[in-house]
Structure formats: C-alpha cells, structure tokens
C-alpha cells in the first residue's frame, strides 16, 4: 500500500483558485529505505504559524486521505507529531448528514465519539489493509494547498470546496514509518482525492532509488504527480475496472526470460489466459512497493529463478518473511527479465531495479515479487516509466 522536497500541499486558511480550473504539478521523492513514495503535507494554523512539514504516501490502493491527529494515542510514532487539525481556522468536522458520510464506504455516525473540538455528531471511518493493518477515526474537512506548484508557480494551488480526510485516532499501518503520517487517497470513490478535486486524469512518473546512495536518505533527483491538464496520458492503454475503490488490470500472461540483449533465451511462459474470463484482475497500488502473484504462478516463477540466477540466500535480512533476497549484487541479477501482458496488448517487462531491490552495502538484492492472494502491481513494477489514469475513459497507460 516517494522523496520529498521543499514545495508542500498545505492545509491552508486562504484559499487561491479552485484548482479545478488550473493545470497543477506536485513534486515527490522516494525514501530509499522503505521504497516509499511521499510527498509533503504542511498545516497552517489561524495565528500559530505553521506546524513542521509532514509526509504522506500517495495510494491508488485507497480512497479516503488520512493522517494522525490529535491525541492519537494508540498510534505507530515516526519522527512528526499527530496533526492538532483544528488549529486551522479552515478545519471542520464532517457531519453525520453529509453526503460523503452517509455514501462514503467504511464511514458511519455516532453521537457519542469524543474528539478535539466536537460539538455533535460525527462522522467515523475506518479502514483495514491487505497486510491486516487498520485505522480508525473521525472525518473532517479543511482546504488542501499545493504550494509552489512546479506548473504555475506563485503561492501555489489550492480547492475552493475542502477537501474530506480522515483524522486517525487509533492506527497499526505500515504507512506510518519515519517521515510518512499517513496516506494521500487517489483511488475509486467520492472520498477520493481526485474525486473531491475535481480532476478527471492524474499521472506520475516515479525514478528509481540511486544506486551509488546506500545511505538511507532521500534521493535528489524529483519525481512529479500531475493532475489534470498537465497528466500525461500517452502510449499503450490499458482498460481498467472498479474493484471497490481500486483500480484493476486484466492480466493475461507472465513471461520469464533470461539471457543479455544479445543472447536471450527464449522467454518460458508461466501464466497464459487468452480469453478475457479467464484473465487474472490485477490491483495497481502505488502503496505498495511490491508485486504480488497468486501462489499458482508465483511458485514456479520464483523457483525458474532460484534455479537460473543460483545465488545464496539470504536469511531474512528485511524482517519481511514475504520477500526472498539473495548474497550478490544487481550485476548478479541483470539478465533475469519478467514480462506481464495485459488486456489490450500492453506488456511490461520487468528487470533490474523493477524487478530487484538493491540491500544495505549492496551485500544482497531482494526479489521485487511475492506471493499472495490477491495479485497487484506495486511501485517496483512502475519505477522509471511513466503511469497515467483516464479516469473518464477508464484507461491505465
């Protein structure tokens, strides 16, 4: 279920141009430790000044946004306190009687919950995650800022309407790590970022981590999230259905081939459904860093590359039971490729740093695939290309 860099999404009390009417691009970065994908939230209180910036993964696997807030008590800790949100002069709790409450999936009313600032009823979420983790809290609504836009530049962009987000009061996610408070929700519903926005498109292009940094800090170089006009839609599309709030793919084959440019093996098929019934919906989730394969083709895929590579493993250096890491370096691993195909003819081959991670030291390289029950493609798959989503025409590029 990205790296980080001065410019900031803000909660703001002053409010430019809906940004609806605007073209806007917002940078991000990569945090090379957890291979997460952040950008960063700032809040600006009435006569406080503003608090210390905050990060967020951005998620296509998830609909509502969500951060810590006050007093979160039974909450994962990074290095940033909870958001105390109603120091905004623009916050407000959502009402039972909202829409987005009384429509919105896993959201529910109590006239009994007790939070900073309520006076009456209130609209409650709760959320749980593929990896079992869950959060829980209290909606509210405040003007989402984008500051320094690349695009336009200035004080940036910000939503006339506010913008509905969860306050998490009791959270076990792994989106909590370090510099990341929560989760910025880019997927299918009204609670939905984009949704909420207004935007019909929305595009990102997310570069790998430097190989030569193998320190755990952010990488220099800036990736963008575009929403609207700037999105880029281009290139092979893909068809893509609703699966509850996510996107899903059709995936039809799973390829594995091994050998350099010149003296490739011919490619071995693990997987292969022709008709469209039969294709196997596959997530994608950029809150993932992960590409998870049902067991029926992840097991002999892992095993076609356990035997070909013939590298030591290693005894869990990630403390992720999930993932299989091997003694050896990227040189150790270059000619192992992975192709998907997809409905419409699209196919993405994975090798390199889209289908390993590189270890602390570069001491060992860990597979970018695991096995689950639920397949989706995480954002090792979709590193260095550019991914886009027509949400109009229900398209993935």
């Given at each position: 279920?990205?790296e980080?860099?001065?410019e900031?999404?803000?909660?703001?009390?002053n409010?430019?141009?809906?940004a609806?009417?605007?073209?806007?691009?917002v940078p991000f970065?990569?945090r090379?430790?957890?291979?997460?994908y952040?950008?960063?939230?700032r809040?600006a209180?009435?006569a406080?000044?503003?608090?210390?910036?905050?990060?967020?993964l951005?998620d296509?696997?998830?609909d509502?946004?969500?951060?810590?807030?006050v007093?979160c008590?039974?909450c994962?800790?990074?290095?940033?306190?909870?958001?105390?949100?109603i120091?905004?002069?623009?916050?407000?709790?959502?009402?039972?009687?909202?829409p987005?409450?009384?429509h919105?999936?896993?959201?529910?009313c109590?006239?009994?919950?007790?939070?900073?600032?309520?006076t009456?009823?209130?609209?409650?979420f709760?959320?749980?995650y593929?990896?079992?983790?869950?959060?829980?809290?209290?909606?509210?609504?405040d003007i989402f800022?984008?500051?320094?836009s690349?695009?336009?530049?200035?004080?940036?962009?910000?939503?006339?309407?506010?913008v509905a987000?969860?306050?998490a009061?009791?959270?076990?996610?792994?989106?909590?790590?370090?510099y990341?408070?929560?989760?910025?929700?880019l997927?299918?519903?009204?609670?939905?970022?984009?949704?909420q926005a207004?935007?019909?498109?929305?595009?990102?292009c997310?570069?790998?981590?430097?190989?030569?940094?193998?320190?755990?800090?952010?990488?220099?170089t800036?990736s963008?999230?575009?929403?609207?006009?700037h999105?880029?839609t281009?290139?092979?599309?893909?068809?893509?259905?609703?699966?509850?709030?996510?996107y899903?793919i059709s995936?039809?084959s799973?390829?594995?081939?091994?050998g350099g440019?010149?003296?490739?093996q011919q490619?071995?098929?693990i997987f292969?459904?022709e008709?469209?019934?039969?294709?196997?919906?596959m997530l994608?989730?950029?809150?993932?860093?992960l590409?998870?394969?049902?067991?029926?083709?992840?097991?002999?895929?892992?095993?076609?590359?356990?035997?070909?590579i013939?590298?030591?493993?290693?005894s869990?250096?990630?403390?992720n039971?999930?993932?299989?890491?091997?003694?050896?370096d990227?040189?150790?691993?270059?000619a192992?490729?992975?192709?998907?195909?997809?409905n419409?003819?699209a196919?993405l081959?994975?090798?390199?740093?889209t289908l390993?991670?590189?270890?602390?030291?570069?001491?060992y390289?860990?597979?970018?695939?695991?096995?689950?029950?639920?397949?989706?493609?995480?954002?090792i798959a979709?590193?260095?290309?550019n991914?886009?989503y027509?949400?109009?025409n229900?398209?993935y590029f």
């Amino acid at each position: 279920m990205a790296e980080v860099v001065e410019e900031e999404i803000q909660l703001a009390a002053n409010a430019p141009p809906s940004a609806t009417e605007q073209k806007f691009v917002v940078p991000f970065r990569h945090r090379r430790r957890y291979s997460l994908y952040l950008f960063p939230p700032r809040t600006a209180g009435r006569a406080a000044g503003r608090v210390p910036s905050r990060y967020v993964l951005f998620d296509t696997g998830s609909d509502l946004s969500w951060t810590q807030c006050v007093p979160c008590q039974r909450c994962n800790r990074g290095y940033y306190l909870p958001l105390n949100a109603i120091k905004s002069g623009t916050y407000r709790h959502l009402s039972c009687e909202d829409p987005l409450c009384e429509h919105g999936t896993g959201t529910q009313c109590s006239m009994n919950y007790v939070s900073p600032g309520a006076t009456d009823d209130l609209c409650l979420f709760r959320r749980s995650y593929g990896d079992g983790s869950k959060v829980s809290g209290y909606v509210g609504s405040d003007i989402f800022r984008f500051g320094n836009s690349i695009a336009g530049g200035g004080d940036g962009y910000s939503f006339e309407q506010p913008v509905a987000f969860g306050c998490a009061m009791y959270e076990s996610t792994s989106a909590v790590r370090e510099y990341s408070t929560g989760i910025l929700g880019l997927g299918i519903g009204p609670l939905s970022f984009v949704a909420q926005a207004g935007v019909n498109k929305f595009s990102y292009c997310a570069l790998s981590p430097e190989r030569n940094d193998l320190r755990d800090e952010w990488r220099k170089t800036t990736s963008y999230l575009r929403f609207g006009d700037h999105a880029v839609t281009s290139g092979m599309r893909i068809p893509f259905k609703q699966d509850g709030y996510r996107y899903a793919i059709s995936l039809k084959s799973v390829t594995y081939r091994r050998g350099g440019r010149i003296d490739q093996q011919q490619p071995v098929p693990i997987f292969l459904r022709e008709e469209e019934a039969e294709q196997l919906p596959m997530l994608v989730d950029s809150g993932s860093a992960l590409i998870w394969l049902p067991s029926v083709i992840f097991d002999p895929l892992l095993k076609r590359i356990d035997d070909e590579i013939a590298l030591v493993r290693v005894s869990d250096p990630t403390s992720n039971p999930n993932i299989n890491c091997y003694f050896g370096d990227m040189s150790d691993v270059e000619a192992v490729s992975v192709t998907l195909g997809f409905n419409g003819g699209a196919e993405l081959e994975l090798f390199g740093d889209t289908l390993f991670t590189e270890g602390s030291a570069g001491s060992y390289v860990c597979l970018g695939v695991a096995g689950g029950e639920q397949a989706a493609l995480g954002m090792i798959a979709q590193r260095n290309t550019n991914v886009g989503y027509d949400l109009s025409n229900r398209d993935y590029f």
